[in-house]
């Protein structure tokens, strides 16, 4: 390694993301502004993963083999053959369970951290198997509809099967989002086990149809229309709306506050609705707030956007 590039320590923001979007169930997933997860990294002489602070949450695992974060940071240091060690912080910006891409966060931002730390050997496209590896521990699968948003920013459609099958989705214009996160936690392993292990043939169609309709949506701008698509999951969101008590009246409130559309993010219970300005947002952010506290629920409203930038560096050190 060329020792005048090399980074000695390395601060990184892992974002957070929507995911399955209505019918795009593991298929579908969005970059966020704001909201995210931040990896702290550097060299050490000892092999392995060196977990230290963790802010945020206290149920970060300190194990290594089972934290996303530090997961993925071996199974780069794995790919890179490499001697060292890496030390790491986690700060935890994204409640787990909370359906925005918690555990890809951390996963993406401990990739990329230990990737700069290495002196970024890989691209971020041949760090895929090892950020897909690190999410795994939360999902219990290689899922990629958040980890490759956070990776690569923007609006990503992906094989469910193969994720290295992708494609960017670049929107043409800003896209303001009201976010909710009503304080009940909803794990992914436990929102997969419900859902069912076959669908009519009729309601398979009639998804994959939505799905390709509100992708070109997406790639015009025509957020109503694509806020009303979002809305026609016959497969998924059904089912994963009985563990969020407020969802119908949230749903309800946010469209009569003026919403295109408003769906569960991933397997809930967040939930996002598009509006057409940030104005807009933020009266449909009030209304869906307000009918969470009526159902007896408390919920963390955010104020956010689409995002086409995805993992980033906040502060690197270059060792001497």
Known sequence: MDKATRTNQVTVFGPASLSNLGPGFDALGLCLEGMGDVVEAWLTEEPGVHLGLCEGTAKVPRDPNKNTATRAALAVLE?????????MRIRKGIPLGSGIGGSSASAVAGAWATNLVLGAPFSKVELLDAVMEGESIASGARHGDN????????????????????????????????LVLPKIEVLTQVARTILPQQVPFTDAIHNAADLALMVE??????????????????????????????????????????????????SGPAMFALAATNDAAHHVLEAM?????EAGIEAEGRLTAASAEGVRIMEEKHAE
């Open 79 to 87: 790919q890179a053959d490499a001697t060292q060690g890496i030390g």
């Open 147 to 178: 980890v490759l948003p956070t990776l690569f920013g923007g609006l990503v459609l992906l094989s469910p099967t193969n994720p290295a099958y992708f494609s960017q989705i670049v929107l043409p214009g800003p896209l303001p989002i009201a």
């Open 217 to 266: 949506a997406f790639r015009a701008g025509d957020w109503e229309r694509a806020g009303m698509l979002m809305m026609r999951d016959r497969l998924v969101e059904p089912v994963r709306a009985q563990l969020v008590p407020c969802y119908a009246a949230v749903r309800q409130a946010a469209l009569e506050a003026g919403a295109y559309g408003c769906a569960l993010t991933g």
């Open 289 to 293: 707030q307000m009918a969470c506290t």
